[in-house]
């Protein structure tokens, strides 16, 4: 198994509180990402990250910032939570060019905004 | 992205081979045709990928047509663990994976 952990792996927060998630890999892979999957929708991308303090925006990152300051931990931060923000996150990692490697995912983070 | 079409869900007795379709008909010359699967209450995991040629692996075989607008991904001896949301992914260099709805696959025993 890809040496790839979240924390926490379950939260219940209040709206408007801030909250952080945290991927943590040992593989001194290049690429991280954020995804969220709700009921009745695949993985959507939140904010990948190319590189240490290389970012950019995924389909649903609105509410939503990242931050890499080592290649081992990409951070999720929700600034002030808000119900539609209750999903289960993933996060995931990839060696090099997308298109010629495997990503591997973590175990996930399910999140609850009340 | 290309767009992908694949049956919301199929069903397959134990021990018999399964093939799960996808059609990719916008795919360009360059996309790989990835596969993904997320078994109940975990993340995807990886199956196998290709590009034109056929490929095999200990997971899966990857059939690809031969227009590159469709692929099988056979499962050659389905058990019950096999049990899981299929996802066909055309991936371009080195954009993030696009995850569509997949394929909900149920195996009985």
């Known amino acids: 198994d890809a040496g790839i952990t979240q924390s926490p792996r379950h939260k219940v927060t209040e709206t408007g509180t801030p909250v952080t998630l945290r991927c943590h890999q040992t593989?001194?892979?290049?690429?991280m990402y954020w995804y969220r999957q709700d009921p009745g929708h695949g993985l959507r991308l939140i904010h990948y990250?190319?590189?240490?303090?290389?970012?950019d925006k995924g389909e649903v990152s609105d509410g939503y910032s990242v931050s890499r300051s080592k290649t081992e931990d990409f951070l999720l931060t929700l600034e002030s939570a808000t119900s539609s923000q209750t999903s289960v996150y993933f996060c995931?990692?990839?060696?090099?060019?997308?298109?010629?490697?495997?990503?591997?995912f973590g175990p996930g983070t399910r999140l609850t905004v009340l | 992205d290309a767009k992908t079409t694949q049956p919301n869900s199929m069903e397959s007795n134990e021990e018999e081979p399964v093939h799960l379709p996808c059609n990719h008909s916008?795919?360009?010359?360059?996309?790989?045709i990835h596969w993904y699967r997320q078994l109940p209450s975990q993340g995807p995991e990886y199956v196998i990928h290709?590009?034109?040629s056929n490929v095999n692996n200990r997971m899966a075989s990857l059939a690809i047509a031969e227009d590159r607008k469709s692929s099988t991904l056979i499962l050659h001896r389905a058990t019950l663990r096999d049990a899981a949301v299929y996802y066909c992914?055309?991936?371009?260099?080195?954009?993030?994976?696009?995850f569509g709805k997949g394929t909900r696959l149920s195996v009985i025993a």
């Open positions: 916008t795919i360009s010359g360059t996309d790989y």
């Open positions: 990250s190319y590189g240490v303090k290389d970012t």
């Open positions: 290709g590009l034109t």
């Open positions: 593989e001194n892979h290049r690429y």
């Open positions: 992914i055309p991936v371009s260099g080195n954009t993030p994976l696009v």
């Open positions: 995931a990692i990839t060696s090099g060019q997308v298109n010629y490697n495997e990503q591997f």
